[in-house]
């Protein structure tokens, strides 16, 4: 019965862990593989709900000329702030660069090692492992808070 219950709840740890690193995934590849891909400075003009623009000045001079970007709003402080970022290939998206946008990048990841951690500590009965695997994600979150 005991080796069902570990199984069980192997599975569904898996299962949330797989679910955050694939959530983070989409834009944590821009950030942590930012290597060839174009980098300059976001200064944001507006925000709505969501997003928030700007005007976009690239690092490399002979890159495309100044335009307009979007960002995710949680990521952008506020009016007038600038940001460095690195642009989604094909897109008007940018992405935090830096620590503070690595860090952004896996929060899915972190929630995913909070919620994981009762799971491992409760129902698998690895206590030990379960605190280390929810500092890390208290450590990803606090740190995102911090770096942001």
């Not at 200064?43 to 495309?64: F, H, I, K, L, M």
């Amino acid at each position: 019965m005991t080796h069902a219950r570990n199984a069980a709840m192997a599975l569904v740890v898996l299962l949330l862990l797989v679910a955050g690193a694939w959530s983070s995934w989409d834009t944590a590849q821009h950030v942590l593989l930012s290597k060839g891909r174009e980098h300059g400075t976001l200064t944001v003009t507006g925000c709505n709900e969501e997003t928030c623009s700007g005007r976009y000045v690239p690092d490399d001079p002979a890159a495309s000329a100044h335009r307009t970007l979007r960002i995710a709003h949680s990521v952008a402080a506020e009016k007038g702030e600038t940001l460095p970022v690195v642009v989604k290939p094909g897109t008007d998206e940018a992405v935090r660069a830096g620590w503070g946008g690595g860090l952004h990048a896996w929060l899915p990841l972190g929630g995913a090692l909070l919620l994981a951690a009762p799971l491992i500590g409760g129902g698998m009965r690895l206590v030990r492992t379960a605190w280390s695997v929810a500092g890390v994600g208290a450590a990803v979150l606090v740190g995102t808070f911090f770096a942001i």
